[in-house]
């Protein structure tokens, strides 16, 4: 195994660096530390062939112009929070409106929009990065100051694990994900509509005309909601379910986990990912609004890749039904997700 770094470019007056990961048996991974971004992860399929899998951009521009926040690191809370606004130990703070009134992803310069201090990870069984910022009390909104630690390590067992870890030195709110966009079939040959999605999940949230929450908790049974035994994503677009419709006729919906794993298979190329996770959610987003822009391979379009972004549920600090956000002065947030490729 070996990990390397080189420059990729400036922000801001800032190096950026990047960092390749690489095991003994093709796998590997190439981030950088602006936003922590996933920008390649090259894996074999059922013949061996190395083929990038994630969405992306050919250089540091596109990174630094994205809207669709590709590979990053959101926080400090991912997803949409209403009005911006929350209560918390009577005082009510504002977030960054960057989506009409309501807040999303961290802000304007939330955890994806930033260059983190980044070291190599490099030991006997797994190589990686560290990266770690101090979100300054009031970034964002955010009460409290946080020193966040992002590590991307990867292994001989075909295994690509982020965690994420922060202590606030005031009662705050963390709750933050990756937004990778995954592609199995391999440099984006096809799209994922026939990408196989299994989730252990019985409930999903039901989401209002501004993608937010309603609070209600969904069955997926009889739905096209419903993938504990597996399901082509396309069977949601292809649908006339009303929640499908809602948000560009695909998923962009949180679901409750009941088993905390996700599995992705490509049919077409054997590959297949396994996601373990200790957060209690994955949001599934098929990119249903990715248009309007090039990307690496060609032009942006709808249902190229798709995000499981693990996490609490989005909006959760207004939802007291939902599992808490709330992360109290000195107590450790902890975020872990595994990523295996198998073919
Ligand atoms: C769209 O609604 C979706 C979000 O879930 C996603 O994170 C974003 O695009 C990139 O706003």
Request: aromatic fraction near 10%; hydrophobic fraction near 30%; proline fraction near 3%.
């Amino acid at each position: 195994m070996e990990v390397n770094t080189h420059l990729y470019g400036t922000f801001e007056n800032q190096e950026v660096q990047a960092f390749t990961l690489k095991n003994d048996h093709g796998l590997s991974v190439t981030c950088i530390d602006y936003g922590c971004i996933i920008t390649e992860i090259i894996a074999p399929d059922r013949n061996g062939n190395l083929e990038n899998v994630v969405l992306g951009f050919d250089d540091l521009n596109g990174y630094l112009t994205d809207t669709s926040y590709q590979g990053a690191i959101v926080g400090r809370t991912a997803g949409r929070t209403r009005g911006g606004k929350f209560d918390l130990n009577g005082t009510t703070y504002s977030l960054d409106q960057n989506e009409n009134n309501n807040h999303i992803h961290g802000g304007v310069k939330g955890f994806s929009k930033v260059v983190w201090d980044s070291r190599i990870i490099n030991e006997e069984n797994r190589v990686g990065a560290e990266f770690t910022y101090v979100s300054e009390d009031g970034e964002g909104g955010y009460p409290g100051t946080v020193e966040m630690t992002v590590t991307y390590t990867l292994n001989n067992d075909n295994e690509f694990v982020i965690t994420g870890n922060g202590t606030p030195d005031t009662d705050t709110i963390l709750n933050i994900t990756n937004h990778a966009y995954f592609n199995l079939s391999g440099d984006v040959k096809n799209d994922v509509l026939d990408h196989e999605l299994t989730i252990k999940s019985s409930k999903f949230l039901e989401l209002d005309e501004d993608f937010l929450p309603t609070g209600k908790l969904l069955d997926v049974a009889g739905t096209v909601f419903d993938f504990q035994n597996g399901r082509k994503i396309a069977d949601g677009p292809n649908s006339k379910d009303e929640q499908i419709a809602l948000v560009g006729q695909g998923y962009d919906h949180p679901f409750l986990l009941d088993e905390k794993v996700v599995q992705l298979y490509d049919e077409a190329s054997g590959r297949q990912l396994v996601v373990e996770t200790n957060q209690p959610a994955v949001v599934v987003y098929t990119s249903n609004t990715l248009k309007g822009f090039n990307m690496r391979g060609g032009e942006a379009r709808p249902y190229l890749g798709v995000c499981l972004e693990t996490q609490g549920l989005p909006d959760a600090i207004h939802h007291p039904n939902f599992p808490s956000v709330v992360i109290n002065k000195g107590e450790e947030y902890r975020w872990e997700t595994k990523y295996t490729f198998l073919t």
